[in-house]
Each structure stands twice: as C-alpha cells, then as structure tokens.
DNA sequence: TGTAATATTTACCAGACGGTAAAAAATTTC
DNA sequence: GAAATTTTTTACCGTCTGGTAAATATTACA
C-alpha cells in the first residue's frame, strides 16, 4: 500500500500528521464554501500548500477526504445535545443548549455549512447517521416530555422545540452572507452573536406578547 | 439570433412555452438538489424530455437557467414579508408572516432550497438583491420597533426576530431530510407542517415558560 | 554515512462536462 | 402544398477534473 492513511501502520510521521492536518483543514474550508461537487482536488490542494498528487498520496481519494470530515463533524455536532441535563432546571437547560448551539455556530461555522451543505443535498453520505441522531433526539425530546409533564415548561412538542433551536442558531452560519447582508456593517460585528442570544432568550422564555 | 430567449420579439411559440416551462421546471428540480456546480445540463436535459442541445437552443447556458430561476424566486420569496401590515395587530401580524413563510415552505420546498444553495454557498449571484432585501428589512424592522414602543411586542430585537422566523421556517424545506428522519415514519406526513405550525405559534407568543 | 522508507514532482490519461455547427425534421405561413 | 421558419438531432470540440505511474528528492534510522 503507497497510501500512509490506509496501511495498517498506526504511527504516524510528523509530515504526514501535520499535512493531513493541513489537507483535512484545507478541506473544509473548500467543501464548507462550494460544496462536494463544486469543488475541486486541486482547489483543496492549492489552499493546503501542496500539488494534487502530493495531495493524493495522503487520502486514496475526494471522496475519502469529506468522510473524514463528515465523521468528526457529527461527534462535535451532537455533543450540545447530549450535555442536556434531566436533572437540571429545565428552562435553563434549554437555554444552555441554545447557547452552546449558537457558540458552534459562532467558533466552526465551516462544520456547520459542510453539515448544511450535505443535508440540503439529501444527505447521501450521512443516512446511517441520521439514525443516531434520532436514537438521541428522542431520547432527549421524553426528557422534555417529562419536563412538560412536570409543569416545569409550557405544554409544546419537544421535536419541533428541538428543531427551532437547530435551526435558530445555525442560521447564523449558514446564511451569514445574508444575515451580514441585512445587519449592514455596523451591526456585524462579532457582537450580534450576543445580539442573538439575547434575543433568542427572550424567545424562548417568555416570546413575545408583551408583558405586564 | 438562433435563440429565441434572447431575441427582442416578444411572441413565444406555443413550442416555446412549453419547453422552457418543462425546462426551468426541470432545472429546478436538479439545482435545489444538487447545487449549481453538482448539476450538469444532461440532467436537466434528461429530466425535462429532451437532448442537451435542445435545451441550449431555448437557454444560452447553464448560468442563464439559474439566473432566471433565481430572479423569479426572489420576488416570490419576499412577498410575505412585503404582506406585514404596519396598521394590523402586531402579535397576530407576527403569526400570519410565520406562517405565511410556513406555507411557502411547504410549497415551495425547491425554491427554499435552491435559495439556501445559493447563500450558503456565498450569495455569488444574488449580492445585488441583497441590498433591496436590506431595504425591505429595515423597513419592516422599523415597524416592528414602533410596535414595541407602544407596547404591544415584548421588547426585542427585530432583526434578529425576522432571522429567527426565516430559520424556523425554512428549516421544514431545506433540513426536510433530516426533519424527516428524525421524526420517523409516522409522524412524517404533511401534518408535520400544522404540528410545527403549532408549535411556532406557542414559542412566539407565550415562550416556553409555564403558564400559570 | 549509507540505505531503506517516506515524500514530492513531473507527466500523463480517461471520462465528464459545457457548449457549438450544421444538417435533418417538423411546423407554420402564405 | 411549397417556401420560410422553427425545432430537433447528430456529430463534434476544448477544457476541466479526479486520479495514476513512475521518476526524483527528502527524511529517518542503523
């Protein structure tokens, strides 16, 4: 086998560790941008430093390169999810995982895009983990059924609850041109993350009939 | 001229008509699927019953199909938000853009898609557009504001509560896959659509703080 | 330092893709 | 129903793209 990634041998060189490095971050910062198709090995190459075979001889293939991708990117993605506590005070629960949702948004919006870009796409390289994922959301959305039961939260569907908060904060990342766009230069600061949270507090405390 | 799109004659041919119909409808199906770059005209072509070459007679390239696609998708994409009432009830004014984005959503699920491709992919066609929906936002935001300041909206930022209405919304068209999945088989019928409905109504007027 | 293993470059290829030219077929017009 | 026009097909072309083979350069290690 020519390919360092696929021999059997564990240890890694300091070359190969720090141009796969380069290669996978290049990677995402292509694939996030144009998506699988739309980019090229030789886009990636370029960004990494190197030429397209040089590339070529750290992963077997394009294909390879956003599997790995792919694969990290789900771990780090559901990690917010799982931290909901059933034991904490719901309303706060809720409110951290927005929160730690929206900082993933502000700290990887490259992962989020990636993640965007396949799901728009049909998902054809994450089905399996699509199952999972569900295994996790209803896992976490009896929780907040017995919250709801509880009285600890107003009576609502905790699978649309989940994905509002999904949605809310990706937006950020995903159509940030638009929102830059919209908010013009003054407000784009690194600032409307805050803007946001507070916001989206708000929301989902107490909406938006005015109280008295 | 060969092409007759690009001739100044007004008159289209019944033939006409039809094949750039079947055409941009077809091109719409491949492009909220696969993105710009991920569609070839062949799939187009094919999708639409007829020959690659046949289609470039009615349509000079690829770029000018989705030019057309996307210059119609934004006028009917804005139209909702154009329909806010400044003189209506505010609360309930809030409730009919949400669902009224709920329902394109719904309808329109390519044309959310093919939208969502193009921001996420850094807006490369629509940054002029960009700045008439700034214009379109600032006026809406404004009347949002002055219906905080009588009292009748929680207070809260307006820009960031039409973020959050785009998100929630168009999340049930371009995240369908995953929307789909997680809720399984049975709970993913057209009524999905009423229970997020539902849900949205609840988390925009009373949050998730129980009512006492 | 010499040698084996690793890393990089050069030169290339087969297929896919967007698009064109020109002839053939179908339709409209008179 | 013949002529003019529009539509469709056939046969291409140049470029881009993912990937490979083999030679060369570099590094690790005894």
Redesign the interface.
């Known amino acids: 086998m020519s390919n360092p990634r696929s021999a059997k041998t564990k240890k890694r060189t300091r070359i190969q560790q720090k141009n796969e490095i380069k290669i996978l971050n290049g990677a995402l910062d292509i694939f996030s941008?144009?998506?699988?198709?739309?980019s090229t090995v030789d886009q990636i190459a370029e960004i990494s430093g190197m030429s397209k075979p040089n590339l070529l001889y750290y992963f077997n293939s394009k294909e390879a390169i956003i599997r790995i991708l792919i694969d990290q990117l789900l771990d780090k993605w559901l990690d917010p999810l799982r931290k909901i506590d059933p034991d904490g005070e719901p309303?706060s629960e809720?409110q951290s995982y927005m929160r730690r949702k929206l900082e993933m948004s502000r700290d990887f919006p490259r992962e989020s895009?990636l993640f965007?870009?396949e799901?728009?796409?049909?998902?054809p390289r994450v089905?399996d983990e699509?199952?999972d994922?569900?295994k996790l959301?209803d896992e976490k959305a009896a929780v907040i059924t017995s919250w709801i039961k509880a009285?600890?939260?107003?009576?609502?569907?905790p699978?649309?609850?989940?994905?509002?908060i999904?949605?809310?904060t990706?937006?950020?990342a995903?159509?940030d041109?638009?929102?830059k766009?919209?908010?013009?230069p003054k407000?784009s600061g690194p600032g409307r993350f805050e803007?946001?949270a507070?916001?989206?507090d708000?929301?989902?405390?107490?909406?938006?009939?005015?109280?008295k």
Chains 1, 2 share one sequence.
């Open positions: 941008q144009h998506g699988f198709r739309g309303l809720i895009r965007a870009n799901i728009l796409q049909g998902a089905h699509l199952k994922l569900k959301v009285g600890k939260l107003a009576k609502c569907d699978y649309h609850l989940i994905f509002s999904w949605a809310t990706q937006h950020y995903d159509f041109v638009q929102v766009a919209v908010l013009g407000q803007d946001a507070r916001f989206l708000q929301l989902y405390v107490n909406g938006l009939k005015p109280q």
